[in-house]
């Protein structure tokens, strides 16, 4: 491993997970709820937008990197498990909306490790389709950590629409790739 700024940028995004998790679990005589939740948020959008900046910067100083390839998914799955446990244990989100978002995570990454040994990588590479999908979860996360209202703006309520989207578009996504290995799982099944 080779060490560039987008893998530090990687990096410093799984650090950032166990910040914005411990912000909720610290002694409640350090934070308010409200502070706890706009700290958290800020941290998950910072380290959201390092997801875009590392790709970016990988590609802009050539600098992308088998590892980097390897570890910047799962930075990001990381980062969206901990977010969806957490807004579980809040009670801000439906469990079974975060299985069925982590779940189809972990089929997905377990398909593409597969399908990469089988040398069939590029019909499970990341579509149009999941691109969307974890848009919308990355914008729906932060409200979803925010919770109270802007004014009239309601970030629960919007960002509870935007992760009924995103587990739609999960399972809509999930179902693609399968269809896509499938004649690869049939023939080295």
Do not use: C
């Amino acid at each position: 491993m080779r060490f560039n700024v987008p893998n530090a940028l990687t990096w410093m995004r799984i650090v950032m997970i166990p910040l914005f998790v411990g912000v909720y679990y610290a002694p409640t005589s350090w934070l308010t709820l409200p502070q706890e939740n706009l700290i958290a948020t800020v941290i998950f959008t910072v380290a959201a937008l390092t997801d875009l900046l590392d790709g970016y910067l990988a590609r802009k100083l050539n600098q992308e990197s088998a590892f980097g390839a390897f570890l910047d998914p799962v930075a990001d799955k990381l980062m969206v498990a901990a977010a969806l446990i957490v807004l579980v244990d809040l009670n801000r989100l439906n469990a079974v909306i975060a299985v069925i978002i982590i779940g189809r995570e972990i089929t997905i990454s377990a398909l593409r490790e597969w399908m990469a040994h089988l040398g069939a990588a590029k019909s499970v590479a990341v579509s149009l389709l999941g691109k969307i999908k974890t848009l919308s979860q990355m914008v729906a996360i932060p409200m979803l950590l925010y919770h109270d209202p802007l004014g009239a703006f309601r970030p629960h309520q919007w960002g509870t629409g935007l992760i009924l989207l995103a587990a739609a578009l999960t399972l809509w996504s999930m179902f693609y790739y399968l269809k896509m290995a499938m004649p690869t799982v049939i023939k080295h099944g």
